[in-house]
């Protein structure tokens, strides 16, 4: 999708349209979200701090994120995907690979598959997406953000060559910004430089990923597309305005995080089988613990028990760390539950309090109430 957070948002207010927009926080730690194109060209991009941004265009316009906004459109945009096959592996909400080989035969070939899809998304969104099509992942990726927006670039088996040899290193996944000047100043700067290179030359860069990094420069992918079902996860995390270190304001923003979490399951109709804690520090190194819960679970409070042994176990480890971003995901997910889930009196009381928090927040708003666990200590925002 094209600048999808910034395209939702100019769709609903007509007067952002044109406009230099950034969505994103707004506080001290604020990143950018998503940037409008006419926002782009003053050197703005997403996952840029906030300051910077509005440093390079002082008057750019702000907006909040709208999360459940962007979920309801990436849900049609996902939809029109799974009319033209069920092989769909989604990487975010704005972004996926389809594998259409089985689909052509009844739909036409990629090309006119890609044109059909992108009609249907202005169709029933208003915005627009840009489309790859190629005959691998690797390809077609870097062909879906050559002609943004509401582009559209084919590559035939013979054209894979042609096309990636004169694009920029930068270009390719896997070599970000510290890579590439090690390599410009050995004089490796188009794929074409990259894909004819010598092991001399790659192996004290990539060290035993030269084969690899060769093969991908050469447009050699044999990646399959897995659908989503495979990769399913619920999650909430946060990267707060100021570290913490304080236990009991963690424990407060764990529960607070794991509560949207539970509430998402519910709401989705599934179970998890395994809770994930995504901790980062204040150094931006991140780690994540995980531990299987049985029975299977939509409960606030078992994901929460298990979530806090899983940090308490990490804070242990590092008793004086201060953390930047929290986060709680549930994962092995199934919509089967076990039966002795509900056979005992405490899941049953679980159950009724998760229910009754649920009804109120749908009526009167998620911040209409919160658990007590989630308000220890919190500062105010």
Known sequence: MDAFYASVEALDNPDLRGKPLIVGGTGGRGVVAAASYEVRKYGVHSAMPMGEALRRCPHAICVRPRFDRYKEVSRI??????????LVQGLSLDEAFLDVTESQAALGDGAAIAVA???KIVARTGVTASVGVAPNKLVAKIASDLRKPDGLVVVRDDEVTALLDP????????????????LEQIGIRTL???????DAVLRPVFGRYVTEIR??????????????????????EETFDTDISDRAQLHAELARLTDRTAARLRSQEWLAETVVVKIRRKDFKT????????????QTRPLLEAATKLLDEWLREQPRAAIRLLGVGATDLTSTPQLELFSMPEASRNQHLDTTLDDIRA????DAVARGSSLRN???R
């Not at 093969?215 to 909430?236: F, L, N, T, Y």
């Not at 780690?287 to 939509?298: L, V």
Request: hydrophobic share 30%; proline share 9%.
């Open 192 to 198: 074409r430089d990259l894909r004819l290179a010598s």
């Open 215 to 236: 093969a991908r420069a050469a447009g050699i992918d044999e990646r399959a597309v897995i659908p989503d079902w495979d990769e399913k996860q619920i999650s909430s």
């Open 363 to 366: 009526k009167f708003g998620n």
């Open 378 to 380: 919190r500062h105010p």
């Open 117 to 119: 899809i992108k009609k």
């Open 167 to 182: 694009l920029p290193i930068g270009k390719l996944y896997g070599i970000g910004k510290k890579t590439t000047p090690h």
């Open 287 to 298: 780690y994540t613990r995980q531990s299987p819960i049985k029975p299977a679970t939509q």
């Open 77 to 86: 945009v996902f939809g029109i995907f799974h009319e033209y096959t069920p």
